[in-house]
Nanobody
Framework: EVQLVESGGGLVQPGGSLRLSCVAP????????MNWVRQAPGKGLEWVSG????????FYENSVRGRFTIARDNAKNTMYLQMNSLKPEDTAVYYC?????RGQGTQVTVSS
């Protein structure tokens, strides 16, 4: 059974940074492309970023390109999302996802 566990969220001021992590224990992590998605209050799921199975290709939603960096460490079954220059509109619950499977999410709040 695929299990995804996110961490690293929190409250940060506009312009600040956070680093999210997603651990996938007991999962053949290195075989699969992975994604980060988010859900803002009162809104639907939004794809944020994706990374190929080997980490060699990365993809970003337009509003986060240049501010967020996705990465993975297959030896640790872990994926990361470095978020810089955060804006209030980045406030959401962030989930790591493999296909239609998501973790429990981690809350990111950007507010002064």
């Amino acid at each position: 059974e695929v299990q995804l566990v996110e961490s690293g969220g929190g409250l940060v001021q506009p312009g600040g940074s956070l680093r999210l992590s997603c651990v996938a224990p007991g999962f053949t992590f290195s075989r699969y492309a992975m994604n980060w998605v988010r859900q803002a209050p009162g809104k639907g799921l939004e794809w944020v970023s994706g990374v190929s199975s080997d980490g060699g290709s990365t993809f970003y939603e337009n509003s986060v390109r240049g501010r967020f960096t996705i990465a993975r460490d297959n030896a640790k079954n872990t994926m990361y999302l470095q978020m810089n220059s955060l804006k209030p509109e980045d406030t959401a619950v962030y989930y790591c996802a493999q296909g239609t499977i998501r973790g429990q999410g981690t809350q990111v709040t950007v507010s002064s």
